[in-house]
C-alpha cells in the first residue's frame, strides 16, 4: 500500500491566507523527506527537502520540519499568492526510488 | 543546462499497439526512473537505473513492460500489446551520484484507445 498519506484537495484559498497540508509516512528507518510540486503545464519540481529527524526544509516562504515522532512532515505557508496555484505532493526516499502521496490541488484566488 | 527530455510528449495508441517512450537525462546523471501518473494520482514507482544497469524493476506492472539503458544515458521504456488500463503519463526522472534530488521530465502521456 501506498506508505505516504497526505490532504487530498481541491482546496481553495484566498490571497495571503495561511496554508498548512499534512503529510504523514510509514518507513522503515528514517527516510528522506521532499516536496514536489507541479505547476499548471510544467513538469514535477522540487520544492524543499529534509534528510533527517528535526531538520526543517524551506523555500519560497514554504516550510516543513522532519518530525520523527509524529511520523510527519506537514507543509506551511504563511500568506500564499495565485502564483502558489498548483498540486503538491509529499514523498519520501528509500532505497533510492521515491514514494509519492496523491497529491494536492491548491487554487489561490485573488 | 538542460534539463530531463521525454519524448514523444503526447503518444495515441490502439489496444493492442506497442509503444516506446524516451527519455534524455541530465548529462551525467548516474541514476534514471520511470514512474507511473495515473490521473488524479501521484506518480508510483516502475524502475530504476544506475548507469546501463537495472537495479530494480519492482514496479513494473506486467511483462509486458520492459525498460532499457543501454549505454547508461538514453532510456526507453516498451510497452507491448498495450490496454486501456496503462494509459497515464510516464515520468522520467534522472539524479547525480551522491544527490538526493530527482529531476523530472515533462512526461508522456499515453492515451489507449
Known amino acids: 500500500g501506498n506508505s505516504v498519506t497526505q490532504m487530498e484537495g481541491p482546496v481553495t484559498l484566498s490571497e495571503e491566507a495561511f496554508l498548512t497540508i499534512n503529510c504523514t509516512y510509514t518507513a522503515t528507518g528514517y527516510p528522506s523527506l521532499f516536496w514536489y510540486v507541479q505547476y499548471p503545464g510544467e513538469g514535477l519540481q522540487l520544492l524543499l527537502k529534509?534528510?533527517?529527524?528535526?531538520d526543517k526544509g524551506s523555500n519560497k516562504g514554504f516550510e516543513a520540519t522532519y518530525r520523527k515522532e509524529t511520523t510527519s512532515f506537514h507543509l506551511e505557508k504563511g500568506s500564499v499568492q495565485v502564483s502558489d496555484s498548483a498540486v503538491y505532493f509529499c514523498?519520501?526516499?528509500?532505497?533510492?526510488?521515491?514514494?509519492f502521496g496523491k497529491g494536492m490541488k491548491l487554487t489561490v484566488n485573488p | 543546462g538542460a534539463g530531463v527530455s521525454q519524448s514523444p510528449r503526447y503518444k495515441v495508441a490502439k489496444r493492442g499497439q506497442d509503444v516506446a517512450l524516451r527519455c534524455d537525462p541530465i548529462?551525467?546523471?548516474?541514476?534514471l526512473f520511470w514512474y507511473q501518473q495515473a490521473l488524479g494520482q501521484g506518480p508510483e514507482f516502475l524502475t530504476y537505473f544506475q548507469n546501463e544497469a537495472q537495479l530494480d524493476k519492482s514496479g513494473l506492472p506486467s511483462d509486458r513492460f520492459f525498460a532499457e539503458r543501454p549505454e547508461g544515458s538514453v532510456s526507453t521504456l516498451k510497452i507491448q500489446r498495450t490496454q486501456q488500463e496503462d494509459s497515464a503519463v510516464y515520468l522520467c526522472?534522472?539524479?547525480?551520484?551522491?544527490?538526493?534530488?530527482?529531476?523530472f521530465g515533462p512526461g508522456t502521456r499515453l492515451t489507449v484507445t
Open positions: 526522472a534522472s539524479k547525480r551520484r551522491g544527490g538526493y534530488e530527482q529531476y
Open positions: 514523498a519520501r526516499g528509500g532505497s533510492e526510488k521515491l514514494v
Open positions: 548529462s551525467g546523471h548516474v541514476s
Open positions: 529534509a534528510t533527517k529527524a528535526d
